[in-house]
C-alpha cells in the first residue's frame, strides 16, 4: 500500500484545513489508517485513526472536537478535518496505515501545516 497525504498549508489561528490521504496498491479493506504529526523539536505523535472495515475512529484527547477523521471508501481516502486551529497545531502531519497484526508499518509523506498567531 501506498499512502500519498496532501492538503497542508499556511492558516490563521481559528481557522481549517483538510488532509487528505490516497491510498492506492492493494485493497485496505483491513487496514486502519491513521494521522500523526511531529512539531519542531519535539517527537512524533498521534492524532487520529479510523478502521476501515466498520469506520471506528480514535483521536487524541487534545484535538477532540476540534479535529475529524473520515474515510472515502469510493476513493481509498482517508481525510482529516482540522477546525479551530491553534499555533500549536503546527507540524508535519504524516498519514499511516496498519494492517489488522502489525503496528503502524505504513507511511507516507508528511504534509506540512503552520498555523500562525
Known amino acids: 500500500v501506498q499512502l500519498q497525504a496532501s492538503g497542508g498549508g499556511l492558516v490563521q489561528a481559528g481557522g481549517s484545513l483538510r488532509l487528505s490521504c490516497a491510498a492506492s496498491?492493494?485493497?485496505?479493506?483491513?487496514?486502519?489508517m491513521g494521522w500523526f504529526r511531529q512539531a519542531p523539536g519535539k517527537e512524533r505523535e498521534f492524532v487520529a485513526s479510523i478502521r476501515w472495515s466498520d469506520g471506528r475512529t480514535n483521536v487524541k484527547d487534545s484535538v477532540k472536537g476540534r479535529f475529524t477523521i473520515s474515510r472515502d471508501n469510493a476513493k481509498n481516502t482517508v481525510y482529516l478535518q482540522m477546525n479551530s486551529l491553534k499555533p500549536e497545531d503546527t507540524a508535519v502531519y504524516y498519514c499511516?496505515?496498519?494492517?489488522?497484526?502489525?503496528?503502524?508499518?505504513?507511511w507516507g509523506q508528511g504534509t506540512l501545516v503552520t498555523v500562525s498567531s
Open positions: 496498491g492493494r485493497t485496505i479493506s483491513g487496514y486502519t
Open positions: 499511516a496505515a496498519h494492517g489488522k497484526y502489525t503496528d503502524w508499518d505504513l
